[in-house]
């Protein structure tokens, strides 16, 4: 057998026995408040705070990325209707006269003939002066044309 005893545990407290004792005297606010006495000075009221320092507005990268983008797509676009209004004149002409309008080219469609085309092309004029101006410059041997065929169509003053 073992030489040491166990020692007996006490037993710990109930709730009951920890609960606090009863009041008996009312709190010296509550007495007072009741009495209509007061108990303490009264509080100072707060001054309006000042109105707070307005810090610069700070972007992250991509912010700064927006705004430069926003920035040169603005500035571009005034730029662009700028040099439209302005430079159309001397773009079409050049500084000495008149450019050659370039030629169009364009595809037949099913069902298109050339009496169509010429009269689309140049509606103020006669159909078949345009037909045989059409036929000269591609090199057409009649006036019977295939869809998908491309047709260089030229300049209408």
């Known amino acids: 057998m073992s030489s040491t005893a166990l020692a007996p545990v006490p037993a710990a ?3 009951r026995s920890a609960r606090r004792p009863a009041r008996l005297v009312p709190h010296p606010r509550r007495a007072a408040a009741r009495a209509g006495a007061r108990t303490s000075p009264p509080v100072p009221r707060r001054r309006p705070a000042a109105a707070p320092v307005r ?4 972007l992250t990268r991509r912010g700064r990325l927006g705004v430069t983008c926003t920035a040169a797509g603005a500035l571009a676009g005034v730029a662009l209707a700028v040099a439209a209004a ?3 004149p001397a773009a079409a002409g050049g500084p000495g006269g008149a450019a050659a ?3 169009l080219v364009m595809t037949v469609l099913p069902g298109q003939t050339l009496s169509q085309i010429a009269a ?3 509606p103020g004029e006669d159909w078949r002066d345009v037909a045989a101006e059409i036929a000269e410059v591609n090199g057409l041997p009649s006036q019977a044309l ?3 065929q491309r047709l ?3 300049a209408v003053d």
């Open 86 to 88: 302005v430079g159309e």
């Open 146 to 148: 295939r869809a998908g």
């Open 13 to 15: 407290p109930s709730r």
């Open 101 to 103: 309008p370039a030629p």
């Open 120 to 122: 689309e092309l140049a």
């Open 152 to 154: 260089t169509l030229p």
């Open 55 to 58: 810090r610069p507005l700070r």
